[in-house]
């Protein structure tokens, strides 16, 4: 920090931004990861899958891999669970799946990182989506950081220029 050329009053604003941010992306991955593991773990028990706590607790796992997700469960079982004959027990995993286990993903992240990190949902998710397609799955961490970091800077760039105003002289 002493190496940074900057008042320390901002270098701990933006510090403390970057890790305000960082710990509610990694809270926000795994709530939504456990979120989607006991989702799809009632389902299978509802589908009457045997060990579906296992698969629960192994869906939630794989939600934290980005690309794979909740996904790599859900649907080997519904496709086997139709294939085996259990028509109904396989649409109905497939369709939990997609529209209830996985749609999580896409409301709930979001909104426990926007609320924790203090960022608008809007520039959280092109943030988001721009680390994504940058960095590839490191970037579900560094876009969010990038957006704190530049609304941390934005904010201090805005105190210095009211500052400077205040001192000049008015014609």
Do not use: C
């Not at 809007?122 to 989506?129: E, H």
Request: charged letters at 10%; aromatic letters at 12%.
């Amino acid at each position: 920090m002493g190496l940074i050329p900057m008042e320390t009053a901002y270098k701990t604003h933006i510090l403390g931004r970057l890790n305000q941010t960082l710990t509610a992306v990694v809270r926000g991955m795994f709530v939504t990861a456990s979120v989607q593991g006991l989702l799809a773990g009632i389902g299978f028990a509802v589908a009457g899958v045997r060990f579906s706590v296992v698969l629960g607790f192994a869906t939630a796992f794989m939600a934290l891999i980005p690309f794979v997700g909740a996904a790599a469960i859900w649907l080997p079982i519904g496709v086997y669970l139709f294939l085996k004959g259990w028509a109904v027990q396989g649409i109905g995993i497939l369709i939990w799946g997609g529209l209830v286990v996985s749609m999580v993903d896409n409301f709930l992240r979001p909104f426990i990182i926007g609320e924790k990190a203090k960022l608008p949902i809007v520039f959280l998710f092109f943030g988001t989506l721009g680390g994504l397609q940058a960095y590839g799955p490191i970037g579900l961490l560094v876009g969010p950081l990038t957006v704190a970091s530049v609304l941390a800077f934005a904010k201090i760039y805005g105190e210095q220029l009211a500052r400077t105003e205040r001192k000049l002289p008015t014609e």
